[in-house]
């Protein structure tokens, strides 16, 4: 079985609102396209040399905005990968993409290299919530993405949405839904907003001058949209994730699964040979240090089998169908989950946050909303 990689595109032509990603608009960096796509070539270079051929089943290229860069620096990163890398060629390849930067030619380009997923920021329909966010497109211009999508032969497609945005109302996040669902992409993410005091609204939020949705009112779209993506012929795999069947994201079941991943760029995280790692943030050092022939890391952790089975348990639980199998456990730590956790297991079940069913542990229904309170039983 292969690994996952991603690849870490930190440019974007404005930072959003609500964003607290190492992202940089092009302005703003000291560090040039060139140098940056320099860096992450001897990046994979260096990885490979380590751990010799990597075999990848996904691939998937995050940012920042990734749309936002000329294809030819793509083309150039995945030319690096054929040459140190075993690409399955089943893998899946997902871009990230902002509406506004997808032309024809470049959604052609991609298909070229064999990326086969794209991922889509459409994030609100609301004009005015998309300009208080930040966000440079309109709904109009999500419409027309797709539809150019679609004629390129992108047959898995992903959209991004976020709720409990400020001033918005159950009202106004089913609109948004509806609209995205009739344009009947394979996957649809729902993230409930999360602000930290790096990002701006983080910061407005801090000092009482930014009015968010009521937790009741939070919860109400939650659970609206549950029952709405249910009817529209879509299985809720993951938290915050919808897919219909056969498209669930390859990339991100590797992360859930806590199965290995190499981070290329900026800020990526790995796990890889029961080792965690985290590359700097900051370009200058990034850069600086694959210039002088070293690897970027700032944080090296060696995790123990007690961490990884909590983490097994955290990230597995996520999963709202598959949950954490038993089966897998006790063959991957030769222990079962109720020699390690019978006591935490026994209580969330007797409190009805947790289930078991076929072999499996998942997370009830009332639990989800709440599914932070469940996960720190395993810290």
Known sequence: MGIGLYVHIPFCTDKCSYCDFVSFPFHMSEVGLEEYFW??????????????????DTVYIGGGTPSAVPDCFLADIFKRLEHFCQLS??????????PE??????LKAY???????????AQACSPELLEEMGRRHSWEDVVRAVTAAREAGFANLGLDLIYG?????L???????????????????????KLSAD?????????????????????????WTRRYMKEAGYRHYEISNFARPGYQTRHNLIYWRNQPYIGIGASAASFYNHRRWTNTGRLEDYTASLQADGLPQEEVIDLSVEDEMAETMIMG??????????????????????????????????????????????????????????FREFV
């Open 199 to 223: 990002s701006r609204w983080g910061r407005l939020l801090e000092q009482g001058r930014l009015s968010l949705p009521g937790e009741d009112t939070q919860a109400d779209m939650y659970a």
């Open 89 to 98: 060629g089943a893998a899946e390849i997902t871009v990230e993409a902002n």
């Open 39 to 56: 860096a992450l070539g001897k990046e994979v270079e260096l990885i490979c040399r380590r751990y010799g051929l990597l075999a990848v």
């Open 165 to 169: 945005l400020p001033g918005q109302s």
């Open 317 to 374: 639980l996520r999963l709202v169908e598959e949950g954490v199998s038993l089966t897998a456990f006790a063959r991957r730590f030769r222990r079962s989950v109720f020699q390690v956790y019978g006591r935490q297991v026994e209580q969330l079940v007797k409190m009805g946050l947790l289930k078991k069913t076929e072999g499996r542990l998942v997370l009830t229904d009332i639990a989800l909303p709440i599914a932070n309170l469940v």
């Open 101 to 106: 930067t997808l032309t024809r030619e470049k």
């Open 111 to 121: 298909r070229k290299l064999g990326v086969n997923r794209l991922s889509l920021g």
């Open 171 to 193: 009202a106004g996040w089913q609109e948004v839904m509806e609209k995205a669902v009739a344009l009947k992409p394979e996957h649809l993410s729902a993230y409930g907003l």
